[in-house]
Nanobody, 124 residues
Framework: QVQLVESGGGLVQAGGSLRLSCAASGRTFSNYAMGWFRQAPGKAREYVAGISWNSGNTYYADSVKGRFTISRDSAKNTVYLQMNNLKPEDTGVYYC?????????????????WGQGTQVTVSS
């Protein structure tokens, strides 16, 4: 059974940094794509960044491009989201997700597995 466990969220001031981790287990993910999504209170879940596990290709939402970096460590079966120059509008619950095809998607309904989420709060 696939399990995704996020960690690394917290409270940070604007301009600060956080690194989120997503520990994946239950199978090999070499043919999967992994994504990070976030959801602010009262808003829809939105795509943040994605990575194709095998190739390492990445794709970012315009709102985070140049500030966030997604990466994966195959030896640890872990995906990371390095977030720099955080802004108050980055506040929300961040979710890790996995889809059974290699290509990245920005659509949440194309992902098959989800973590429980980790809270990120950026104060102004």
């Amino acid at each position: 059974q696939v399990q995704l466990v996020e960690s690394g969220g917290g409270l940070v001031q604007a301009g600060g940094s956080l690194r989120l981790s997503c520990a994946a287990s239950g199978r090999t993910f070499s043919n999967y794509a992994m994504g990070w999504f976030r959801q602010a209170p009262g808003k829809a879940r939105e795509y943040v960044a994605g990575i194709s596990w095998n190739s390492g290709n990445t794709y970012y939402a315009d709102s985070v491009k140049g500030r966030f970096t997604i990466s994966r460590d195959s030896a640890k079966n872990t995906v990371y989201l390095q977030m720099n120059n955080l802004k108050p509008e980055d506040t929300g619950v961040y979710y890790c997700a996995a889809k059974r095809e290699w290509y990245i998607s920005t659509r949440a309904n194309e992902y098959d597995y989800w973590g429980q989420g980790t809270q990120v709060t950026v104060s102004s």
